[in-house]
């Protein structure tokens, strides 16, 4: 997996070059494909197990659940016999995930506002009291010239408020009703650019990492309690959000909505508190391995998007 990612990007001469002048690429490359694919422990620590959790008759909340990966876990999850709710902030998109998904109930609000989060919630929880599941999803990405003097103060931050704020408001509004029921969860959906950054989106990146850290501490936090924390943390994925980013990603390695999302509930029933599915098992180790090499690369978009730039 390893080998031929680095074959991808026809960097094997850096990655051998940022693992400190190691002889045998081959043997590294080796030991770590091993690693990610489970026969091997290498760098990072052994997997961490909730308790088992049946994704079965419960009452999920997903927000940004009108597309992409949203809408895919809506559907995998009516599927296995939960009753689904969608947030969205478009009613049409809203309206077209509902014909797609008739079982599934809509809402219209938006996670960067907070007073949109208190009157989704006392809507919710009027109507469906067992909810008992929320799945952190909505988010944006944007590529970010931070050298443009037209990019405006509220506008550079914007994806804190949805990629951040939204998440951790939600769970603070929600967090109540969640701890009074019997079995209850908490999935963030996070990115494997929280491990690194991805210079071409700083913003979005830096939110990612929050949102890390933020998972990792109220996972502790909530240790004492019946509600479990998952944080899925995904390579990129054939969705409307990576349009955004045009050539800045590669389109041959985009994971299909569906694989992902079925990897990622296998995972949560398994109980894997965080979840790396595809690429995001080599984002992972590289960014524990050769943490420089993996910014070079990813810093490469910056000088041909925005020219006249240089990748570090």
Known sequence: MLRAWATLFGCAAELRENLGGI????NVLATADAHLLGRESVVTSSPTFLPIMELRNHTILITGGSSGLGLEFARQLL??????????????RLDQAQLLLPQVHAFRSDVSDPAAIAALHAQVVAQFPALNILLNNAGEIRKLNLNDPALTLPDVTQEIDSNLSGP???VQQFLPHLKAQKIAAILHVNSG????PFPIAPVYGATKAGLRSYTQSLRVQLKPTAVQVFELVGPAANTPLNDRLGDAVDNSQLMEPKDLIAATLTGMQQGQEEIYPGLAKVIRFLSRLAPGFLLKQ????????F????PV
């Open 23 to 26: 002889s045998s690429l081959n």
């Open 307 to 310: 020219g006249g730039l240089k």
């Open 79 to 92: 599927a296995l016999g939960n009753t689904v709710l969608i947030t969205g902030r478009d009613q049409a």
């Open 168 to 170: 951790i408001r939600m």
């Open 193 to 196: 650019l929280a491990l690194a």
């Open 298 to 305: 990813l810093s490469k978009p910056v000088a041909k998007e």
